[in-house]
């Protein structure tokens, strides 16, 4: 039996890096797994959009699609968005079974390649007992995903960092300069920021201008193709399976 084909679903942005991450992601995916097949799909700005792939993947004979929200927290493109376009796909394909999997936070891959990038950027074990570090998301407008930000804030305060603080590029406050502000104002010696977003855009920018604005002593690259993170898309990808198999059998 043939596994179900892997789309995973970006946002999109006007700005070229986002793609350009986002395909040398699922490259690496590709990679950690031979044989699988795996799409690459935008709900806007870029091309190809996820109606268009579901399309072709039809009429080549697909099976099973599994779409999974490149997404960090459960926020409204992955309660809104990403499923009103798959609920009018299986009404127009209704020959192709699609399952949309779980966003991929939390999870401690996603902290451990938040690690890797602060390592990048010079931050040492040893630092961090006088070392403050700003998380800074793209923000939302959703509660749940704001909670979910505040809450690896806390998670990771008890790593060794003396301190961290949750920021927002957008819709939330704080944002990324009044985070930084704030740790230099409680007495913290060194400040990191540490982008909590998967690819460059607009909003990273934003993070990135905030930071040198307030002056952070670090400033991390975005989560990007790390290893890490292509192992996490396809743990989501296989707890998907999983439901689909349990789901097979209890029919």
Known sequence: MSHPVLLVIAHGSRDPRHAATVHALTERVRERRP????????LEFNAPSVPRVLERLAAEGAGEVI??????TRAFHAKTDIPSVLREARAR?????????????????????LDRRLREAGVRSGDLHRTGLVLASAGSSDPEAIAVIADIARELRHTGWCAVRPAFA?????????????????????VAVAPYVIAPGRLPDRIAAGAEAAGADVLADVLGPAPELARLLLERYDEARVLVGAASLSA
């Open 35 to 42: 044989g699988l097949r795996v799409e690459t799909a935008f």
């Open 67 to 72: 779409a999974l929200p490149l997404l960090l």
């Open 93 to 113: 394909l209704p020959r192709l079974h699609i399952r949309q999997a779980d966003v991929l936070g939390p999870s401690p891959l996603l902290d451990a390649t």
């Open 170 to 190: 957008s819709a939330s406050l704080p944002r990324t300069e009044d985070a930084v502000r704030a740790l230099r104002a409680a007495g913290v010696e060194r």
